[in-house]
């Protein structure tokens, strides 16, 4: 099945410092993947989708210039948390389609744990 | 706009219990509904998919139904198991777009 790898699963930076999250799609190609933000004990948030070879589209709310998205490869999209500060710890996940079907659904990766202190 | 909502938020129940977890829609024109599983500090794990054409799946000792003019789905757990313990959550994705709308979920904790 299709399967989606996020990287890394924790990350403990510095207030000030900047911060990359990988997701690959493992065993299929992504033209779209999604960036999602999770607080304690709530839902899932999105926060842009990723197109491949173009421009990120952000979420009403999420600034652009802080959560930098880039998906340079139809397998690849990474967030950079830029200037991180203790109220961008969080838990971000994305997720992908394999296909476009109404039989693909979404597959998630394992999500990140960002800590800023 | 689409709004998913699950109940109950949160279920206790002893081990070996059928039950039965609800989510309701308010958009009828659905593309695909979905139900994941979200252990706690992890990410999601698809459990079931139907389609907007499907009235139910099953996978295991679970089963899925849709009814798309009703708006609602519910995910059926038979003889649950203190390893069913987690949040479950509901996402519908409508015709419009790549989105998917996620309910707030349902706390699930299985008493052994």
């Known amino acids: 099945g299709a399967v989606v790898s996020q990287h890394p699963s924790w990350v403990i930076c510095k207030s000030g410092t900047s911060v990359k999250i990988e997701c690959r799609s493992l065993d299929f190609q992504a033209t779209t993947m999604f960036w999602y933000r999770q607080f304690p004990k709530q839902s899932l948030m999105l926060m842009a989708t990723s197109n491949e070879g173009s421009k990120a589209t952000y979420e009403q709310g999420v600034e652009k210039d802080k959560f930098l998205i880039n998906h340079a490869s139809l397998t690849l999209s990474t967030l950079t948390v830029t200037s991180a500060h203790p109220e961008d710890s969080s838990f971000y996940i994305c997720s992908a389609r394999a296909g476009t079907g109404g039989a693909y659904g979404y597959t998630f990766g394992s999500g990140t744990r960002l800590t800023v202190v | 706009k689409q709004e998913v909502t699950q109940i109950p938020a949160a279920l206790s129940v002893p081990e070996g219990e059928n039950l039965v977890l609800n989510c309701s829609f308010t958009d009828s024109a659905i593309y695909n509904l979905q139900w994941f599983r979200q252990d706690p500090g992890k990410g999601l794990t698809s459990l079931l998919l139907i389609q907007s054409s499907q009235r139910e799946q099953t996978s295991g000792r679970l089963n899925a139904s849709l009814d798309k003019s009703s708006g609602r789905s519910t995910l059926y757990i038979a003889a649950s198991q203190p390893g069913d313990s987690a949040t479950y959550l509901c996402?519908?994705?409508?015709?419009?777009?790549?989105?998917?709308?996620f309910g707030k979920g349902t706390r699930l904790h299985i008493l052994p």
């Open positions: 996402a519908v994705k409508g015709n419009r777009d790549d989105k998917i709308i």
